[in-house]
T-cell receptor, first 110, second 116 residues
Framework: GDSVTQMEGPVTLSEEAFLTINCTYT??????LFWYVQYPGEGLQLLLK?????DKGSNKGFEATYRKETTSFHLEKGSVQVSDSAVYFC?????????FGKGTRLHILP | DAGVTQSPTHLIKTRGQQVTLRCSPK?????VSWYQQALGQGPQFIFQ???????QRGNFPDRFSGHQFPNYSSELNVNALLLGDSALYLC???????????????FGQGTRLTVV
């Protein structure tokens, strides 16, 4: 069945460090791919999305590229801030149902 | 423009009781989905409603049921609560299926249900 696998956390980085959170997926058909972010005590917010192969989604300095050949959608940011501390979920949408990974908790130290 | 709103924000119930959670979708959205997020896990799809009918369902028992009203708002009902039903319940809305394919969903803040 359709599934998403993302790197285990927590990930702890210093401010201004480079961030990569790996995500791979398994899906039949042609899913859209997303990164959602969840701040403490809040619901999910869409961070970025890509709807077809080779699309690059970007927002707030984060970016991810839809790689069909490697079935991956890794999240990157060149210089993280303390305010980026949150849980990040990789997800795919097929037939209007969203399937999430388990989430990666990110801690940024000042 | 109000986003997805859920009520209540927190709820404590006793094992065996029944609970109803409520959701109003984002303006212009006709499809409502419900997700269960256990502590430390990603959200799991429960079911989706469109045109007042359950359109698709995840791997959840019949104790979980729902309803969608003509104004597109929705309720999630859980009967015979178990301790394991304790979780954050998220409602998500999206535009009409068929108009968009594999679109993103917009999530509410969730209802934190604790079963004791």
């Amino acid at each position: 069945g359709d599934s998403v696998t993302q790197m285990e956390g927590p990930v702890t980085l210093s401010e201004e460090a480079f961030l990569t959170i790996n995500c791979t997926y398994t899906a039949t058909g042609y899913p859209s791919l997303f990164w959602y972010v969840q701040y403490p005590g809040e619901g999910l917010q869409l961070l970025l999305k890509a709807t077809k192969a080779d699309d690059k989604g970007s927002n707030k300095g984060f970016e991810a590229t839809y790689r069909k050949e490697t079935t991956s959608f890794h999240l990157e940011k060149g210089s993280v801030q303390v305010s980026d501390s949150a849980v990040y979920f990789c997800a795919l949408s097929v037939a209007d149902k969203i399937i999430f990974g388990k989430g990666t908790r990110l801690h940024i130290l000042p | 423009d109000a986003g997805v709103t859920q009520s209540p924000t927190h709820l404590i119930k006793t094992r065996g009781q029944q609970v109803t959670l409520r959701c109003s979708p984002k303006s212009g959205h006709d499809t409502v989905s419900w997700y269960q997020q256990a502590l430390g896990q990603g959200p799991q799809f429960i079911f989706q409603y469109y045109e007042e009918e359950e359109r698709q369902r995840g791997n959840f028992p019949d104790r979980f049921s729902g309803h969608q009203f003509p104004n597109y708002s929705s309720e999630l009902n859980v009967n015979a609560l178990l301790l394991g039903d304790s979780a954050l319940y998220l409602c998500a809305s999206s535009p009409v299926p068929g108009q968009w394919t594999n679109t993103e969903a917009f999530f509410g803040q969730g209802t934190r249900l604790t079963v004791v």
